[in-house]
């Protein structure tokens, strides 16, 4: 494929147009797309006006850009990522309507060190979820993320560990050593709890799921205000979830952990976690 004057293809030109989109810019002028791409204006208006006529993008009456039908379709059609989000979803409806807070599906990407949200169900009400669907939060300080690397291999946990993690809040734990503990905690009681670490107000909850051979391939999770916080409600459910889906995935049933949600007092998370 031919390379442009600053050595990019024309797929890695056509991915910068494409990527220029999102929830918070859908519909882009020729003037935004060269600012965002930094390509030349020419070079846009023409990539563009091919992306427009294979469907790609769509152009509105006063000459703006936005994402055509034809990309849903390319990517509902077969993408696995499509048939998860799909079989997850009456999972993730079953925990909100029993906890009636924010719960979202994701995936794991190692190579970024991130998590790719697939689907997201809102709370009732107003509260602050930095979890987009098809957004991206970084693995060490979600959830979502080290429920998942909990169970990836060992050199993969420590090509994680190797970093650079970056605190996000003061309770942001970016200690290789504690992370490594709190990992092993999180397969001994088959869910994560992390408070005050993306937003200082919110506590998450998560749970992996597990695909053919056991192998950890996304988790669910549940955001709620720390003043709302009931782990007794939250936890069963969301275990549940968790070991529906992965059973719906094809994992082979797995032994239970300590089962902390069974538990009735009232005695919370952080009191467990002191006692350890």
Do not use: C
């Not at 942001?172 to 937003?199: F, M, N, Q, S």
Request: charged share 20%; glycine share 10%; proline share 5%.
């Amino acid at each position: 494929m031919a390379n442009s004057a600053s050595g990019e293809s024309v797929i890695q030109r056509v991915v910068k147009i494409l990527d220029a989109f999102s929830r918070g810019n859908p519909r882009l002028t020729l003037a935004e797309l060269v600012r965002i791409t930094g390509m030349s204006s020419s070079t846009a208006h023409r990539l563009a006006g091919g992306l427009v006529d294979s469907g790609l993008l769509n152009r509105g009456a006063d000459g703006d850009y936005g994402v055509g039908v034809k990309m849903w379709e390319l990517a509902s059609r077969s993408n696995p990522l499509e048939e998860f989000r799909r079989r997850g979803l009456p999972f993730l409806e079953g925990v909100h309507a029993a906890v009636r807070e924010n719960v979202s599906l994701s995936v794991p990407d190692v190579e970024s060190g991130s998590v790719l949200y697939l689907e997201r169900l809102d709370r009732h009400g107003t509260v602050l979820n930095l979890a987009d669907v098809a957004g991206r939060l970084d693995i060490h300080n979600t959830s979502s993320g080290l429920a998942m690397m909990a169970h990836m291999p060992r050199h993969v946990q420590e090509r994680f560990l190797a970093g650079p993690l970056q605190k996000t809040t003061p309770a942001t734990e970016t200690d290789p050593v504690k992370i490594r503990a709190h990992l092993a905690l999180i397969r001994e009681r088959g869910y994560v709890r992390l408070a005050g670490v993306l937003v200082p107000e919110n506590t998450a909850y998560s749970v992996p799921v597990f695909g053919e051979g056991n192998s950890v391939i996304g988790a669910i999770a549940v955001v709620v205000p720390t003043a709302d916080e009931k782990p007794q409600v939250i936890l069963p459910v969301l275990v549940a979830a968790g070991r529906g889906l992965s059973r719906t995935m094809g994992a082979e049933r797995r032994p239970y952990g300590t089962r902390p949600w069974l538990e009735t007092g009232r005695q919370s998370a952080d009191a467990r976690d002191a006692n350890i």
